[in-house]
């Protein structure tokens, strides 16, 4: 979705994979900008899970997102929910792409889709911090601030006020997490995970006694949010909604703080970005607490959580590599996935939270 996103040259219609005839008739049945106008398009890498293209079309542009030319079925439907979200956060304060329009009708371009707003910005995820956040520490530590309160905004949206009954199930939310991951990771596991017992019935036993449901991300981190550019820090945009849900939204707050300092500091192998002058876990924590009026001080659990989710989601990718299913890139994952497990089951073990 990004402005500065690595592109391919500048197609003809047509040329992309996609139907622009098709497509522009569909955007004048919509009312969107350029009635009568045929699209251009050109194709972006930067999405993992979906195909992206920058439509033009009018004054307007543009992203628009559909699942890959394999898995479609599974990949739509994530899709619809993605739409059916960012069509729920309009007018809210979350910073987001607007949405356009979306269709499930495979008969305009071959499957469903949607269109965005195209977000100008940066993400972390293209070469690291963008100036002046790669010198100036101060600076950066704004990006960690924006990054907390993206989430504690999310979590004080009124979902049921915006239509998403229905679209996840939060009662219950946290009595499912630890044996629903065992259970996932039951199908593949392949080697042994230390720690993974410890951690699984630390938080089986250690389960905060309540929690306001609200909207979570399911993989908040730098890699899936924009900023905009310059100084000061702000965010642009939350992107790549693929796990969104309606659970406990403090999730997302201990997965942004899966290998914070200073407790984190070890973690060198989960970290893909330098956190020389990120603020403190108190500051971080103060700032969410202030925006969302959610309760912080389980916050331990939620890393925990956070920690053995993270190594299991990733491991299942470790063992497509070991089986010769998944190219070499995925190898990375391998110690990231033991040093997650094992720092769990550290925390667990060592916290306050008793």
Do not use: C
Not at 102 to 111: E, I, K
Not at 157 to 182: H, I, M, S, T, Y
């Amino acid at each position: 979705m990004a402005d500065n996103a690595k592109e391919t040259l500048p197609e003809e219609p047509g040329v992309a994979g996609l139907d622009v005839e098709s497509l522009s008739r569909w955007m004048d049945a919509k009312g969107l900008p350029g009635a009568g106008e045929l699209a251009r398009v050109r194709a972006l890498s930067g999405g993992s899970q979906n195909e992206l293209y920058e439509i033009l079309r009018g004054d307007a542009r543009m992203a628009l997102r559909r699942p890959p030319a394999y898995g479609v079925e599974g990949r739509a439907k994530v899709l619809m929910r993605e739409a059916r979200l960012l069509e729920a956060l309009a007018d809210t304060d979350v910073p987001h792409a607007g949405l356009r329009a979306a269709t499930d009708d495979p008969d305009v371009l071959g499957t469903p889709f949607y269109l965005m707003d195209l977000v100008d910005g940066w993400s972390p995820m293209q070469g690291g911090w963008a100036p002046p956040f790669d010198t100036d520490l101060r600076a950066r530590a704004g990006l960690a601030l924006q990054l907390v309160d993206g989430a504690a905004k999310m979590a004080r949206v009124n979902w049921k006020a915006r239509g998403l009954e229905g679209f996840g199930k939060p009662a219950g939310f946290l009595d499912r997490q630890v044996d629903r991951w065992l259970t996932h990771l039951a199908r593949f596991r392949f080697r042994e995970l230390p720690g993974l017992e410890e951690a699984a019935e630390w938080l089986r036993t250690h389960q905060p006694p309540h929690f306001r449901p609200g909207i979570m991300h399911g993989d908040y981190q730098f890699a899936n949010v924009m900023y905009r550019h310059g100084a000061p820090a702000e965010l642009a945009a939350i992107i790549d909604w693929e796990m969104a849900t309606v659970g406990d939204p403090l999730l997302d707050l201990g997965w942004v703080l899966v290998s914070w300092p200073p407790e984190g500091d070890d973690m060198t192998a989960s970290r893909y970005l330098d956190y020389a002058g990120m603020p403190s876990r108190e500051a971080m924590l103060e700032h969410y607490a202030a925006v969302s009026g959610l309760d912080v001080s389980y916050i331990d659990y939620y890393v925990v959580l956070a920690r053995f989710k993270l190594a299991i989601v990733l491991e299942a990718s470790v063992a497509r590599h070991a089986e010769g299913q998944a190219d070499e890139r995925v190898a990375r994952f391998g110690p990231i996935v033991l040093e997650l497990m094992r720092k769990a089951a550290s925390l667990a073990r060592t916290t306050a939270l008793r």
